[in-house]
């Protein structure tokens, strides 16, 4: 069959609209995804499996293998969870159901979320489809990956500390790390719990507003939810007229940050100011430069908590021992890859008596402090402004062997991730031929502002951001 429509363009939106118009039905564009998928999965290795029509044809959609898939399995990249079908949905995975979406596969991630480049699946890294010799990001750079390159429509990840953003910057795709609060997260591999977020990455800033729509609001099952203060709009306007854009002083100081992605990010502001916004500076000294560091104690001793569960008992596959320890310390030294590991023995150890108050605890207060932080900037400017990444997509294997250069990876995404807040990406650029992120960061519940703003910039910009070798 040749194919029947353009999957590198398509947007969701206008899958929609082919199929509500009757111009396709849901069944033959769910086979032009798995056509698409069978013509270029093998390089770029973005799903760890499709499923055929699961739950009849719908509008299709990836989504990440942290999220729990009725019968279809679920590993979170991880050895430890090989084989394990959940006997249930996820929140999100029954309300994309209910709003007829379909899906076509669970795609990869770094293990248990941790990483930047999707090098830390237990099941071989996914590659960039702008160039497939670089990473696509992480830790959701699967779904990042697929959107970029025609293999869905749209996607769900989730984010810790940057895990939605910095692969859709990475990528070029627009993605939203939503308002901690707002999108469930039952049913969801838990990292750690007081970050993460599910949220969605798709082509165009709409898209993504139409599938937060999907997903967000209050669930009875996941106690930390609330219902949306205001419905999500789909964004129409060209203008940002008295839109306040503050830029901290402290994030564009960086070093880190490459020169082609700072002229990139300075060319959106620009035009940003064309279209009526006011940019501004502002100060965030403390969550830039403590944010990281802070990050890195909460974020592993949640974990080390959270991963407590696989012990061979509950899920996944169980290695032999002449003891119940035994057995459980050899499932989890068989199950869990360097990662992980790494991140159980640090938690362990921030968390361990003696070492509680001086770790933890003062991670929790500097994480109060960013929280002030950036309430007071936005009495000044109603959404803050960074790129994403300091980088464009690195070769695979560059941070590979040093952790700590993975880590700063996220050193622009994971501050407004402490302090719960939401978080646009959205492509402004090219550097080097690859995609160039730029951060948006509202106030809580501001998600409609960033989409406001995201998609009028993104009508200005007018990028084609289909990967250039891919383009026909
Ligand atoms: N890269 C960060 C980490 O490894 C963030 C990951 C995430 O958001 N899940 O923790």
Not at 20 to 40: D, K, N, P, V
Not at 179 to 188: A, D, W
Request: hydrophobic share 40%.
């Amino acid at each position: 069959m040749s194919t029947v429509v353009d999957t590198l363009r398509l947007t969701a939106e206008e899958a929609i609209g082919l199929v509500e118009r009757r111009e396709l039905s849901a069944g033959e564009l769910h086979a032009a995804y798995l056509e698409a998928i069978a013509e270029r999965d093998g390089e770029l290795h973005t799903y760890l499996r499709t499923v055929d029509e699961a739950g009849g044809p719908g509008i299709p959609i990836a989504l990440k293998d942290v999220i729990s898939t009725r019968g279809v399995e679920t590993t979170a990249g991880s050895r430890i969870l090989a084989g394990y079908a959940p006997v249930f949905d996820a929140t999100v995975a029954a309300r994309c159901k209910a709003a007829g979406l379909s899906l076509l596969g669970k795609t990869n991630t770094d293990e248990f979320a941790m990483g930047s480049s999707t090098e830390n699946s237990a099941y071989g890294p996914s590659r960039n489809p702008w160039d497939p010799a670089r990473v696509p990001g992480g830790s959701g750079g699967g779904t990042a990956a697929a959107v970029s390159a025609g293999l869905a429509p749209w996607g769900l990840g989730s984010d810790t500390g940057g895990s939605i953003k910095q692969p859709s910057a990475l990528c070029g795709n627009v993605g939203l790390r939503p308002t901690y609060g707002t999108v469930s997260r039952f049913g969801v591999v838990a990292f750690a719990s007081s970050l993460d977020q599910v949220g969605p990455v798709a082509k165009t800033v709409r898209d993504t507003a139409l599938l937060y729509r999907i997903i967000s609001g209050r669930d009875p099952a996941d106690s930390t939810t609330v219902e949306l203060p205001a419905p999500v709009e789909l964004p129409d306007g060209e203008r940002l007229d008295g839109l306040r854009i503050g830029v901290p002083r402290q994030a564009v100081a960086l070093e880190a940050i490459e020169p082609g992605v700072r002229e990139a990010f300075d060319r959106s502001l620009a035009l940003a100011e064309e279209l009526g916004a006011a940019v501004g500076e502002c100060d965030l000294p403390l969550s830039f430069d403590y944010g990281l560091p802070c990050y890195y104690l909460i974020a592993p001793a949640e974990a080390s908590s959270n991963l407590a569960r696989y012990d061979g008992v509950r899920y996944g596959p169980r290695s032999e021992g002449e003891t119940y320890r035994e057995m459980v310390e050899r499932t989890r030294d068989h199950g869990f890859g360097d990662e992980p590991k790494r991140r159980i023995m640090l938690g362990t150890y921030a968390l361990s008596a003696g070492y509680y108050d001086a770790y933890y605890g003062q991670a929790q207060r500097v994480r109060t402090l960013i929280v002030r932080e950036h309430r007071e900037a936005f009495e000044r400017f109603d959404v803050l402004a960074t790129p994403t990444s300091p980088t464009v997509a690195f070769p695979i294997g560059e941070k590979a062997a040093d952790p700590l250069a993975m880590y700063a990876c996220d050193l622009l995404t994971i501050p407004s991730c402490l302090a719960g807040l939401p978080g646009l990406n959205v492509p402004c650029g090219l550097s080097e031929g690859l995609p160039v992120g730029l951060q948006l960061i509202g106030p809580q519940f501001a998600e409609n502002t960033l989409f406001r703003a995201g998609h009028a910039l993104e009508q200005a910009l007018g990028l084609d951001l289909v990967p250039e070798r891919l383009r026909t």
